[in-house]
């Protein structure tokens, strides 16, 4: 049985959410991280991913003149730096700099890959659209990498980007 | 530590991955229940919704078609109807009558919603974007609807269908 309510109330249900790591190259040479939980994929063949990013945000800029991004999956253990590159702007700073991150170097793109995440993804940038406050990427997979260990993902498990990994149910 | 794997090995990596269903009403009068993986939140204020549609779907005529359509989080109780709904076509029968569906009257636009399901967002077709071998399609959340109880989401948590609710992390 359902009952109407106001969007807010409604929309802490979808709990637990997964995150993302959006990195794209700006022209000064810096990558710059975003943590994303709006994000899915949106084709098979070729495989495509969406993230959606912010009108205010710093990234939106970066990811707008890059001619592509790094979707990273991170793993259960990179809760805070998830949560810094979601919180902090690249405005001001360089967060893998500021944070110590672990990178590597992407392959098909002008990019860099996070060392330590469960997954990254190239993307290509084929498209973007602009929904209500935020601005809808997509872009097609061009190179896959995974960690060497088998990880489990990081999610969003409630609000006020609460974190933790998951156990199959 | 990164290894360079084909698609179809680094992208397991990413469950569990939520589900939910896309409804839409056919200018028959039948709705339409798909279970759909792609599903994303692409905006705050006004908060919307974007899912991927196959282009072989019979689905995406009908979203194509449709002004509006219903994103229903099925339950962790809803594994065997949220399955059927992902592999069975409308196009030779209505799904929701076959399984015995529990369904209430949207309020915002012309479909239906599901009784048991964690939330339904009734959506008003803002835009839709062909991506590869995928549409995806954007609504604006218009009217919003939680189950009175308390419920835990359903997940993809694996290949081939394996489904099933999350204990937080």
Redesign the interface.
Known sequence: ???????G???V??????VVIGIAKEASGKCNPIAL????????????M?V?I?LPRHSLGVFREADGFVVA?PS?HQEAETLFYGTKSGREMDKFAEFGAKL?RA?EIDCV?M?D?????ECRK??E?L????V?F?G??V??????AELD?L?T??SGYKM??????
Chains 1, 2 share one sequence.
């Not at 995440?117 to 993804?121: E, K, L, P, S, T």
């Not at 929904?131 to 935020?134: A, F, I, Q, V, Y």
């Not at 190179?143 to 060497?148: D, K, L």
């Open positions: 049985m359902q009952k109407q309510v106001a969007y109330e409604a929309i249900r979808k709990y637990p959410e997964q939980g709006w994000t899915m994929i949106t084709s098979g063949l070729p495989p495509m969406a959606s912010g999956m259960e590597e392959c890959l060392a995440a469960v997954a990254n993804f084929v498209g659209m929904t209500g406050d935020h809808l997509v097609e997979v190179c896959s990498h995974v960690n060497e993902r999610y498990v409630g933790g990994g998951l156990r199959r149910g």
